[in-house]
């Protein structure tokens, strides 16, 4: 273990090692802890899609920035870490979304108006053209939109590439170790206690996902932290089908069916409020079967790969939680995320490392956990 870094890093999700990639490139020393395996959380059973367009709101104008913001980073953020040595598996496949029903085709239309003033070259397809896209798609689709800019990552390999990119420039690394406390002088934090020893640090960044909230669980000069951080399980299934791989990552406005890298076919993902296990369910599985026949029916006789379950970390107001957290100098906070976590990583740790490096907190304000009172 070092005895002393400028920044010790609590957690290696994707929010934990996409920072201490950032904080290395910026000449910080930097120490990620991770109690299990760098992405053994919700990051490495994630879906992987990067669709900010799709699941941020443009009436949030911070988040929806973010979203924008990670949107660009994306290809670079791919193309330098695959130059460090692991590729992360970014395709920028774009996202097609298919209407069913009356009603989801009336919201398809609704964000296709803004969308496409977007200049991101979001188009509006009909039934053929979808066909003509994806020839396996369910005829019964009545429309779809085509957003080329967006795509899919996997979960795993963009932990793996932060890490190892984040490792060679210098960052002290751990897995299988635990952070069991705060250290402080008064009211400034000095470090981590760990299961197996001390690090001494100038900051401290708490990624923990939605282990981050859990109460009284880290001790600060005036009392628990109290952080609204609650978990949601999520499951993802793979399936194989010889010939068969989706050209983009399509939603049916239940869920995503996406192509992979290695043949296999992504489906994902459900929702489930007030479950903590990393279970992967019978009735998940029926669910997400459901999902990919729907979007491709030639999908009912893929073969069933294997499935993985993680837990998101939500916050009352759907917003991530990046920022100081108040009354504990040297601390900040990077989690909350919840479904867009993957997507939001290359501006959230943009935004935490400016904040760390250079002392410019603004673009954090509302995100800081203040807001909740
Ligand atoms: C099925 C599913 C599908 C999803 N699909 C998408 C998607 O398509 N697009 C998208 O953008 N997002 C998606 N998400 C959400 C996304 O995966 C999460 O928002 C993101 O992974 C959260 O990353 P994190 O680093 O905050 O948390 P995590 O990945 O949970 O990492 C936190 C880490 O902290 C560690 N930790 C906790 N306590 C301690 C401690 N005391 N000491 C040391 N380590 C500790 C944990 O072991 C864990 O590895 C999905 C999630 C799931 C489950």
């Known amino acids: 273990m070092p005895e002393a870094v400028d920044v010790a890093i609590i957690g290696g999700g994707v929010v934990g090692c996409a920072i201490a990639w950032q904080l290395a490139k910026g000449g910080a020393s930097c120490a990620v802890v991770e109690r299990g395996a760098f992405g053994g959380g919700a990051s490495g059973a994630t879906a992987g899609i990067v669709a900010p367009l799709w699941h941020l709101d443009p009436d949030d104008p911070a988040m929806f920035r973010l979203g924008l913001r990670s949107l660009e980073l994306f290809p670079l953020w791919s193309a330098e870490l695959a130059e460090a040595g692991v590729n992360p598996e970014f395709q920028p496949t774009g996202v097609l979304r298919m209407a ?10 609704r964000a296709f108006r803004w969308q496409s003033q977007l200049g991101l070259g979001v188009d509006w397809l009909e039934r053929d053209d979808l066909l003509r896209r994806e020839p396996q798609a369910n005829p019964e689709a009545r429309a779809a939109v085509f957003s080329p800019q967006e795509g899919c990552v996997r979960g795993q390999r963009l932990v793996d590439a932060l890490a190892h990119a984040a490792g060679r ?12 406390g705060l250290r402080y002088d008064g009211d400034r934090i000095t470090g981590v206690e760990t299961t197996t020893g001390g690090i001494a640090a100038g900051q401290v960044v708490l990624a923990a ?5 859990l109460g009284g669980r880290w001790a600060a000069p005036g009392g628990p932290l109290d952080l609204p951080v609650r978990g949601v399980k999520g499951q993802r299934i793979l399936l194989r089908q010889p010939g068969f791989l989706p050209r983009s990552a399509t939603h049916n406005f239940v869920g995503y069916v996406a192509p992979r890298l290695d043949g296999n076919v992504l489906v994902a993902s459900t929702r489930e409020e007030g479950c903590f296990d990393e279970r992967v369910t019978a009735e998940g599985i029926a669910a997400l079967v459901s999902v990919a026949v729907r979007s491709f029916p030639s999908l009912a006789g893929a073969a069933f790969v294997g499935g993985r379950a993680g837990v998101r970390p939500a916050t009352p107001d759907g917003r991530p939680i990046i920022g100081p957290a108040p009354g504990v100098e040297g601390l900040t ?8 976590g993957i997507m939001l990583s290359p501006g959230t740790a943009e935004l935490v490392a400016q904040y760390l490096l250079d002392g410019n907190g603004t673009p954090l304000e509302p995100f800081g956990v203040g807001r909740f009172g």
């Open 100 to 109: 069913f029903s009356d009603a989801d085709a009336e919201e398809l239309r």
């Open 169 to 180: 420039l210098g960052a002290a690394l751990y897995q299988g170790v635990e952070v069991t």
């Open 209 to 213: 996902g939605p282990w981050s909230g």
């Open 333 to 340: 906070v990077a989690t909350g995320h919840d479904a867009v």
